[in-house]
DNA sequence: TAGAGCTGTTTCATATAATAAAACAGCGTT
DNA sequence: AACGCTGTTTTATTATATGAAACAGCTCTA
């Protein structure tokens, strides 16, 4: 924890350890899985608590994520102009696909989930509003990356592909620097991006770019679901509807850069 | 704010300074507001900018609550952080009235039920925890709709009630905008909501607010059961008694004001 | 066009709050 | 009764937060 440089930021390492997947910590426990002393970890969580951002269980004294934040969460969700702009939009691509939607930008090189709807179909994709993943496995990053200005778009892309950035998820996952540039300018050319299955296996995935007032893309929207689903005759009218809706954000967020 | 001990703290009221009446500041303005200094002020709004908490307008450079927030918001688990507290308060409303009561909380502007306690009388009501019912056909959803802050609220309510997301479920629901927009009126001058069977035949529910330290509604706290047992003279002792019950929670899910 | 009056941002010596080892306290289990 | 596991408190030490001042960038306005 001592490579966090400032309590705020250590205040939300701590926050950030409570997913859905692992929502009660105890202190010791925590402190373990941070590598951070005992203490410094307690004095965060009942300060934490004394605010009601963690609740403490009166009995099993495990620690959770309190009522302050979903009083928190609620006051962005209702204010939030971003979602609120697009996420009518969303839902309108996802009733006419029939698929899971995904809204996401380009941060700290990687995809950021912005805004999602779910596939009507009721297949449940692990990704998450908030998450991230990496930029060169799905469609979403690659209409990212494709569009990048090309003042700094080498720059970007060979830093990414640094060796130690790369994880091979699938057998379709395109991991050399030079296939990623080449399917890159094919983006570009088509005018939208198509993940077969490279980022989970059974997944693929198309996505068009989302432009500002200067031509200058600044989010991504996309579609997913299961491979069988995805047959090749589908791609472009999905491609085309996904533009319409793209194209209905463009319209409503002429002032959003991340 | 030399007054507040811990950063944890610190951070914190200044999360809190962004209301819905209130949801933008600036950093001179914000250490104006709290009487901090300029520059203290700006490393926190930088810092909780940089994980998202906050989000910096690209333009206006003013900032307002951020993704992250609201992510974390959709984490918390209402159940466990409710029911702990509220449960033998609901018990002890439902052994008064001798009715079902329920506790909900407004959650993607539905009625989400949080608690549930049932009549000892025994007659079984379709509502589940953890499941959801339209806002505008409860008299749960209309104490929560109605003490919505003034900020939002507009928006909130014509994005309900957008044809597409209306239904009527029985002759007594009210489906146009209008009529909620005077009876929310009503219920915010009388302190109490009724919903006589709106939702369901047969079924009538009394609801009172449940408020935070902002005077905030954060829950609201009912009662149902079959029209023949609500008769018009037992109201008012109904909503005596919830109120009674809300004060009781209020107090126990009152937290440290930072 | 010069300058006043706002912003947000950076700097740096100083003060203060965060830190971590150790001891403590409470609870079950052996 | 002694052990091993919690959460909690204490304390001297260290590292971080602080805030006055200066800077930078902008928009008015005279």
Redesign the interface.
């Known amino acids: 924890m001592q490579e966090l440089k400032?309590?705020?930021?250590k205040?939300?390492a701590i926050?950030e350890h409570?997913?859905?997947e692992r929502?009660e910590w105890g202190v010791t426990e925590l402190a373990q899985e941070m590598g951070a002393n005992k203490s410094t970890v307690y004095?965060?969580m009942a300060?934490?608590s004394?605010?009601?951002?963690l609740?403490k269980?009166?009995i099993t004294e495990k620690y959770?994520?309190?009522?302050?934040?979903?009083?928190?969460?609620?006051?962005?969700?209702?204010?939030?102009a971003f979602?609120?702009k697009t996420h009518p939009e969303l839902v309108e691509v996802s009733k006419s696909i029939t698929e899971t939607v995904h809204l996401a930008v380009l941060k700290n090189n990687q995809v950021f989930y912005?805004d999602k709807v779910e596939s009507p179909q009721g297949l449940k994709l692990s990704s998450?509003?908030?998450?991230y993943n990496p930029a060169y496995a799905t469609a979403l990053g690659k209409v990212l990356l494709a569009y990048l200005p090309n003042g700094n778009k080498e720059q970007v892309l060979d830093f990414i592909f640094s060796k130690r950035n790369i994880t091979s998820l699938t057998n379709n996952t395109i991991t050399s620097s030079k296939n990623i540039k080449k399917e890159l300018s094919k983006v570009k050319a088509q005018g939208y991006a198509i993940d077969k299955e490279e980022l989970e296996l059974g997944l693929i995935c198309v996505a068009v770019p989302i432009f500002n007032l200067n031509n200058e893309v600044v989010a991504s929207l996309s579609a997913s679901g299961p491979a069988n689903r995805f047959e090749e005759s589908k791609v472009s009218n999905y491609v085309a509807t996904l533009k319409k809706g793209a194209h209905a954000i463009q319209q409503k967020i002429g002032?959003?850069?991340p």
Do not use: M
């Not at 400032?6 to 930021?9: F, H, L």
């Not at 004394?50 to 951002?53: I, N, S, T």
């Not at 959770?64 to 939030?80: A, I, M, P, Q």
């Open positions: 400032s309590t705020v930021q205040t939300f926050i409570f997913t859905s929502p004095r965060f300060d934490l004394k605010l009601g951002v609740y269980h009166p959770s994520l309190g009522l302050k934040l979903f009083e928190l969460g609620g006051r962005v969700n209702l204010k939030s979602i609120d912005v998450q509003i908030g998450s002032y959003f850069k």
